[in-house]
């Protein structure tokens, strides 16, 4: 009944969708206000009726009812009541339910919140978003339906992949799909306002709270993948340039160009042209990053069923939003009035440079990705474009973007002065150069570049602090001066000295660990003792342990100083798991500050020998703190919303207004 | 500067980045690409030694050997051909015999194939896409093969 019931409110939700997606436009034709407000309650309702959906796998999925096939083939009555609320999006047909969710509550948010909005562009803005749900309600419908049923149900679900069963599952998937998904809002207003053919600087500060939550929930979800891969594949990488990593990659770089290019056309009225295509190839960056991971085109772990027609399917729905929201681009772009002069040395001369390498980069990301897939279809011969190729292409782009960030917040619109901004950076490039003298000093070994990474790093760092003891005076006027305007700057050029910040302290993390990360892999006896950096471990023992649908093979080391302190024990482990006769590495991590030691079983081999792989690995968790700085700085930005929405209106209006999200 | 000087400005800029950027990727493309071999492949287009490549294949039944010092011994068949390989390291956890591998590294003179990395396999029924197709190609490919790698992870029989 449940399933039914939920394929049923499914179904509905297509067809609501359709509604949404025709009627405001044709309202919005014919100025027609009764088909112009079916938008915003047909939103609401098709969310309604899809978290109904999913509610009901989600019912299916805690029940553990195996008569569903879905639930059957990722699900088992033994694992932990968290593990079988993941497993819904542990699988193709489930994560696509995740998506379409995320996709219909962004719609019913903007259908609730976006009371401030032009009704024409919030309605025709709808209908873009209902087209893409409907489109994704078939795809659902007719190739990965999960509420098929089996006839005899079975007694026994076959379990949830291992390597899935960690509460990374919980995280990754929604986080990723929140940001993926909320860029389709910054497409939706696009193709509303070039389909309106009229754009004017207000849209960047409608669309730039939206762009930005995105944007917040994606930087968390590659950083969140990104830790979950570290600890469990169990070699301790961090970013592999996996096609699918790269998936997620390349919408975070162009909708990091969004964002920028979204405040020289709120602040100045410039660049949007140039804004309404990068809301469009952000959104499409998204959509080809769900084609790769879910039509089973490449083989990763994310490749969970290779399916032709799904395949299919999802390449016409690109080719129909992407190319429809192209040709739409190039027929009615010319339409849109130019403004905003400026400068090279600007604000805005900085926020294009920003944006032209960020867009280069993401760009060869995007050649390294799918060149073999292309090379594949011409001539059949099979390449891999691995490290080496990002390494070389990435890397040379990023050093010049990350050298010139600390300029842009310092320089003034429409025309900077850069040999102001280079002075008042004077103390950020000394802190870099003895950053660069002491890296050298103090580590031995390592690529002779590594320092210069170091110090760009520091340089970024010691840039936005720079950015904030300018807006402030702070040693230039007295203290408690300081800290007021402190207090008074907006939330947004705080947000901006966060966000840059994070970059360098993820900056230093990816330099340290990749330049001074050691590795020891051998085979130890019980009593034996492997040193690693300034530690010692001794391998105590081994032992077995049951978990709820596991056994885990456990061995204990002793970590010590080289001078004999005790620091603690580490436990790694191989989970073997019945149900899939299946084993993964559990490994261990001990932290210590910023640094991390990882120790990896391999399996135990005859009397009593084992293989462990041990790294340190220093500065790593830097790379993920620099996230969460960005994470921080955009939910600072985006808490400076209401003021901004609130500017063009009278201040007498302003109690009135909606509050933020 | 008046307006059209700006723009060339910003136009030069821009695409003396995309310059750069597409004299680094065609450069990068040079070095770093790695082709996928089946062992027969490795024979017929006669492989240099040095050569980087990827190797994939069956692990053929019986032929691993482990030695001293996690050194590991192992043959990739076809079906046709077969390619010692060696590799030093911890396997991943689901290498085992008769099993699709992928071995990345280069040949050396004697015909040996020095892995300096086994691509790892994330579920027991999975088959990596390129030894699937290199399967088919030389005719080795079994139905038995077929049903697991067009499984979904979550296995199950539609």
């Not at chain 1, 050029?493 to 360098?504: D, K, L, N, V």
């Amino acid at each position: 009944m449940i399933p039914e019931l939920g394929q049923y409110a499914l179904m509905l939700a297509l067809g609501l969708a359709l509604i949404q997606g025709t009627m405001p436009i044709l309202g919005t034709r014919s100025n027609d206000p009764v088909l112009i407000s079916i938008a915003a309650p047909a939103a609401i309702a098709q969310f309604a009726f899809v978290a109904m959906a999913f509610t009901a796998l989600a019912v299916c999925y805690v029940t553990s009812d195996f008569s569903v096939l879905n639930v059957y083939e990722n699900s088992n009555s033994q694992m932990p009541l968290i593990y079988r609320l993941t497993s819904i999006w542990g699988n193709h047909e489930g994560s696509m339910m995740l998506w379409v969710s995320i996709l219909a509550f962004f719609g019913a948010l903007v259908a609730v919140f976006g009371t401030n909005l032009p009704v024409v562009l919030k309605a025709n803005a709808l209908a873009v978003q209902a087209w893409i749900a409907a489109a994704f309600h078939l795809f659902i419908l007719t190739t990965s339906n999960p509420f098929v049923r089996i006839p005899d149900a079975p007694f026994e679900g076959r379990d949830l992949n291992p390597i899935l069963q960690d509460p990374g599952l919980a995280f990754h998937p929604p986080m990723l799909y929140l940001g993926y998904v909320g860029f389709s809002i910054a497409f939706s207003f696009a193709i509303a306002a070039l389909l309106e053919g009229r754009i004017d600087a207000a849209w960047a500060r409608w669309v730039r709270p939206w762009a930005l939550g995105a944007w917040m929930c994606l930087t968390l979800g590659i950083a969140g993948g990104s830790y979950w891969a570290y600890y469990e594949l169990g070699w301790g990488g961090f970013w592999f340039w996996d096609p699918v990593e790269n998936a997620s990659l390349m919408p975070w770089l162009a909708g990091t160009a969004l964002l920028h290019s979204a405040v020289v056309m709120e602040k100045r009225g410039a660049l949007k042209v140039w804004t309404i295509l990068l809301a469009i190839l952000t959104f499409s960056l998204s959509l080809i990053g769900t084609f790769l991971v879910r039509s089973g085109v490449l083989t990763s772990v994310h490749a969970f069923a290779t399916d032709p027609t799904r395949g299919t399917f999802i390449l016409g729905i690109l080719v129909v939003f992407i190319g429809g929201a192209l040709a739409l681009y190039a027929w009615r772009a010319p339409l849109l009035k130019q403004g905003g002069l400026f400068a090279p040395i600007s604000r805005e001369g900085a926020l294009v440079f920003n944006n032209l390498f960020l867009t280069t980069a993401c760009a060869t990301v995007f050649v390294g990705t799918l060149y073999p897939l292309a090379l594949q279809a011409l001539t059949g011969d099979e390449i891999s474009v691995g490290p080496p190729y990002f390494n070389a292409t990435f890397g040379p782009l990023f050093i010049p973007l990350m050298a010139v960030m600390p300029f842009g917040p310092l320089m003034g619109w429409k025309r900077g002065d850069l040999v102001g901004a280079a002075q008042r950076l004077i103390a950020a490039a000394v802190l870099a150069a003895l950053a660069v003298v002491a890296a050298s000093a103090l580590e031995r070994g390592g690529p002779v570049l590594a320092p210069f990474g170091v110090g760009i790093a520091v340089f970024v760092m010691a840039g936005a602090v720079t950015d904030i003891a300018e807006r402030t005076l702070i040693l230039r006027v007295p203290f408690r001066v300081a800290l007021r305007r402190a207090l008074g700057l907006p939330r947004s050029a705080w947000g901006t000295a966060y966000a840059h910040f994070g970059i360098g302290v993820m900056l230093l993390g990816i330099v340290a660990v990749t330049a001074w990360g050691s590795e020891r892999i051998a085979e130890i006896k019980i009593g034996d003792s492997l040193d690693i950096a300034h530690y010692r471990l001794t391998f105590d023992g081994i032992f077995n342990r049951a978990g709820p649908n596991y056994r885990d093979v456990v061995g204990r080391f002793t970590v010590r100083r080289m001078n004999g302190e005790l620091i603690g024990t580490m436990e790694p482990s191989r989970r073997t798991f019945p149900s899939r006769n299946m084993a993964t590495t559990e490994a261990a991590l001990m932290t210590r500050g910023v640094s991390q030691l990882y120790l990896s079983l391999g399996d135990p081999t005859k009397d009593g020998i084992v293989p462990v792989r041990l790294y340190f690995k220093p500065q790593v968790l830097m790379i993920w703190l620099g996230a969460a700085f960005m994470f921080f700085g955009g939910g600072l930005s985006l808490s400076d919303r209401r003021l901004r929405v609130g500017a063009p209106r009278p201040a007498k209006a302003k109690a009135a207004l909606q509050p933020a999200e | 500067m008046t307006r059209k000087q700006r723009r060339l400005v910003l136009i030069g800029g821009g695409l003396a980045v995309l310059a750069v950027a597409v004299a680094l990727m065609l450069d990068a493309f040079r070095d770093s690409i790695v082709f996928f071999n089946s062992p027969s492949d490795v024979v017929e287009k006669h492989v240099d030694p040095g050569t980087r490549i990827r190797l994939g294949g069956l692990v053929k039944d019986g032929s691993l050997v482990r030695g001293n010092n996690l050194s590991i011994r192992f043959e990739v068949t076809d079906g046709k051909t077969e390619i010692p390989v060696a590799y030093q390291g911890v396997l991943p956890d689901l290498f085992r015999e008769g099993q699709g591998v992928v071995a990345e590294g280069a040949l050396d003179g004697g015909g040996v194939f020095n892995a300096d990395t086994i691509l790892a396999k994330h579920d027991e029924t999975y088959m990596p896409k390129e030894v699937a197709d290199a399967l088919k190609k030389s005719g080795h490919w079994k139905d038995d093969y077929a049903q697991r790698a067009a499984m979904p992870v979550g296995g199950g029989n539609k």
